[in-house]
């Protein structure tokens, strides 16, 4: 029994080493079921993930002798349910680590007794993967010996399990940190395209200068793809079934460096854009000779 424990407690020293140099939730799961296996006595360390908008945990990394067994099988968390009544699913919804010390005879285990028959399950726990308060898969650890998992294993386990979703709180928090900063240097490109914009009005002496202004302004202070201005013809063309309005051709482009580099020629450019204008303007909502400036702009 103390062997069981070292070799316990040296799963958690590995696992523990995992989570500092894991750089996304995939890779610690994968790192941490290879350290407890590594250096634990398990059967199998696996980890089952929610799949998005179902009841369903899915096999997402393991390590071990029963993983064939285990990447073929479903589980559900919904209650009172046959394949939702095992440890994993219990885990799950009581975000408590839950054990089974006599696996075999275990009733709520009867939905996969068969297979783990064959693969001489004698002990299994599952262990509860929370991020930020909420339940987002388990990891299972099986044994071959009835009866081995005893409190002292299972504190370290639990231990584990505390030390998995910690790290998984810190991906989201830097995922959110991430996506703040994006949304910040967006909108401040955004802005500067505003205010380089409004400066371009004032120093406009034509038409012909402000859209050629204005057109540099969203490319190179909002980072823009491509900008182009179309101006709506005066004239009306009318059929039977509808009026629609014609464009000439581009007057102003403006081209970012990523996009001049495609070698993409202005009249292919021209007639992309009009198509879609067109598509949007098949009621004849714009007046005529209203400049339109095209939505071809992309922020990163």
Request: include cysteine; glycine fraction near 6%; charge should be positive.
């Amino acid at each position: 029994m103390e062997t069981n424990i070292a070799r316990t407690f040296a799963a958690l020293s590995a696992t523990n080493e995992a989570i500092l140099y894991a750089k996304s939730p995939e890779e610690l799961y994968r790192q941490v079921c290879e350290a407890a296996f590594s250096s634990g006595d398990f059967l199998a360390t696996a980890i089952f993930s929610l799949e998005p908008g179902t009841h369903v945990l899915r096999f997402a990394t393991g390590f071990g002798e029963d993983i064939v067994r285990l990447r073929s099988i479903d589980i559900s968390i919904v209650a009172d349910t046959p394949e939702g009544s095992g440890v994993c699913g219990q885990a799950f919804r009581d975000q408590k680590l839950t054990v089974s010390n006599d696996f075999l005879n275990d009733t709520h285990s009867l939905a996969w007794r068969k297979g783990a028959c064959d693969a001489q399950v004698g002990a299994a726990a599952a262990l509860p993967l929370i991020c930020n308060g909420r339940s987002v898969g388990v990891l299972l650890v099986t044994r071959r010996e009835a009866g081995s998992l005893d409190g002292q294993m299972v504190s370290l386990l639990e231990r584990m399990s505390a030390n998995i979703s910690y790290a998984l709180d810190n991906f989201e928090r830097e995922a959110a940190r991430k996506a703040s900063e994006r949304a910040l240097r967006r909108l401040n490109r955004m802005f500067g395209a505003i205010s380089a914009t409004n400066d371009a009005s004032l120093r406009a002496k034509t038409a012909q200068e402000l859209y050629q202004l204005v057109c540099d302004a969203a490319v190179h202070s909002g980072e823009s793809i491509a900008t182009v201005v179309l101006l709506a013809e005066p004239r009306v063309r009318s059929s039977n079934r509808s009026r629609r309005r014609a464009f000439r051709s581009i007057r102003i482009t403006s081209m970012g460096p990523a996009f001049a580099a495609r070698r993409f020629e202005r009249r292919s450019l021209a007639s992309i854009t009009i198509s879609l204008i067109r598509c949007r303007d098949g009621r004849g909502s714009r007046r005529d000779s209203t400049p339109v400036l095209s939505p071809a702009s992309r922020f990163r």
